[in-house]
C-alpha cells in the first residue's frame, strides 16, 4: 500500500465507493433474508474479542436496520444501543430515533418490550429516555412513567432527566411517586466530578423545574371532615 498522501485519499474514496455500492446490492435483498443476516452479524460482533471491527459491524447493521420495517428491526435496533460501544450506540440511538420521527408506535411497542426483556443495567435503559424526550409525540409521556417505575435506578433517573426536558407539567404527579424513593445514583457535574444522589432528589429537582414552567400546582380544598 502507497504511503503516498495522494493515493491514500483516493484509496479511501475508493472504499466509499465500494460501501455505497454494498448497501445499493443489499437494496434488492428480501428483507426478511437481511434481517437474519443483520441478526447474526449483531449477534457475532456481541461475541468479537476485536472491539472496535465489532462497533464498525454494529453501527452498519443498524444504518441498514433503519431500512427495514417492522418490530423485529426495532428490536435488534435496541439490542444495538444495550452494546458497550459508543459508536454502535450512536447509530443505533439516530436510526431509532429517526424512525420515531416517522413511525413512533412501531417504536414506542419495541420499548415497551425493551422494559420487560433487557436486565437491570442494560445500557439501553439509560440511553431511551433521552432518546424519546426528542420526539413531539402525546405517547412519550406516559413511555417515559413506564421507565420511572422500572428497577434499574440509572434508567429511573435518566427518565427523570428526560421528563424534565420535556417540559410537560403533567409530569409531575408521576415524579411525585418517586420523592420517597431512597435509591442512589451517581451523576456527573459540569466539574467532571460524581455526585450521590438519591432518586427521591432528582425528582423533587423536576418537580421545582416543571412548577417554574407553569406555576405550582393548586393546592386542593381541605375536606370539612
Known sequence: MSNDPASRLNDLFEAERAVRQ???????????????L????????????????????????????????????VDLLIDVLASEEPEARLAAGETLEERAFSRFKEVALGV??????????????????????????????????????????DAVACAIEALSEVGDPAARAMLRERLADKRTVELGDESGDDATVTIGELAREAISLLDQVA????????GRG
Request: charged share 30%; no cysteine.
Open 38 to 73: 443483520l441478526r447474526a452479524t449483531i449477534a457475532a460482533a456481541d461475541a468479537d474479542e476485536d472491539r472496535d471491527d465489532a462497533a464498525m459491524r454494529m453501527a452498519r447493521a443498524a444504518e441498514l436496520l433503519g431500512e427495514i420495517d417492522g418490530a423485529e428491526a
Open 215 to 222: 406555576g405550582p400546582e393548586p393546592k386542593r380544598p381541605r
Open 112 to 153: 415497551e418490550r425493551a422494559l420487560a426483556r433487557l436486565s437491570v443495567g442494560s445500557p439501553a435503559l439509560s440511553e431511551l429516555p433521552y432518546l424519546l424526550a426528542e420526539v413531539p409525540e402525546p405517547g412519550v409521556l406516559p413511555l417515559l412513567g413506564r421507565f420511572l417505575a422500572h428497577a434499574d435506578a
Open 22 to 36: 454494498a448497501q445499493a446490492d443489499l437494496a434488492d435483498v428480501a428483507p426478511a433474508e437481511l434481517l437474519a
